[in-house]
């Protein structure tokens, strides 16, 4: 469900004064010693500065880890999180900054899933090839402290999708461990026309749910090959043609370039034409197939009961 949100609100005098009285911030001034611009950084972040004769507010806040902070004392989000938990985060956090939000105008937001895995969740990620009917192709972005794949992402994407190992994460971030558990998200970056009060709307947060379902529920996995009586060579010929779609000629156009930058040897180039030409000739028939693990069954269908479970039961527009 909705976590990290950044969100603008234009202020009135008295919601300033409201917001700035329930807490210390960072104040800085101006020559003439009015204020300029107030921080706050704690358990989410408020940025109010002016422009004009305006106010403007920008703020960040996780409400999944906001919601475990008000019910648990622990600003985590790797545990359970519904839409019922999101409206409840909401509610509470207008009442500790003292500020209605329903009308501030949505930057960013991430709309994610945990599910709990029996095998470690890099072993599920480095065989996730695409976004299923969205074909979008994962890219590996792992780094330091977690393993993870996105789709093509930046400033100018206003909405991709990512998938990472969430008990590295907190293990390496929080020092604990947690079982097993793989996380996906929906990211949206400036997205058009959205109030806060919309990301609380149940019809329109199953509209988010559903992009999410059509993107994550239908996951390509890397298919594992299975033999019958091949060598080791002939398995890597196969899963190569694999990678070219089986498609005749991208297999010869990748023979003949590999040959002549020097990746094949005059051999190496012969045996493979000539397994290609046995192969069309459907001389492999029945000896190999390509088949999806069941581990990776396994975690689509966590993934759809989570879905069921945390999100809305709206109707999407």
Known sequence: MYDLVKLRKCLTSNELKRITEKRAFDVSYNENGSPKEYRYKNKFYIRIYSKGVFWIMTFEVSLHKYFYYVTDNQYVNYKPFSFENALFAAKELETDIGVNLSQAV???????????TDNEPKEYIKQMVKVGKLDKTLIDNSFNYTFEKLTENGRYK???????DKTHEVKECLQINIPFTLRFELVRQRPENKLFSDLLNPDLCAKDCKEFETAFCNIEFEPILKT??????????LKEFYSLSFDPKAIQDKIKADYKIGALTEKQR????????????????GKYDFVISDQSKECIRL???????NCPKGQPP
């Open 158 to 164: 206003r909405t991709f999708y990512k998938v990472y």
């Open 106 to 116: 949505v930057k960013y937001y991430e709309l994610g899933l945990n599910i709990m």
């Open 228 to 237: 019958f009586g091949l060598t080791s060579a002939q398995k890597e010929f």
């Open 270 to 285: 012969r045996t493979k034409r000539e397994f290609f030409a046995k192969w069309e000739n459907g001389e492999f028939y």
């Open 303 to 309: 993934l759809i009961n989570a879905l069921n479970k």
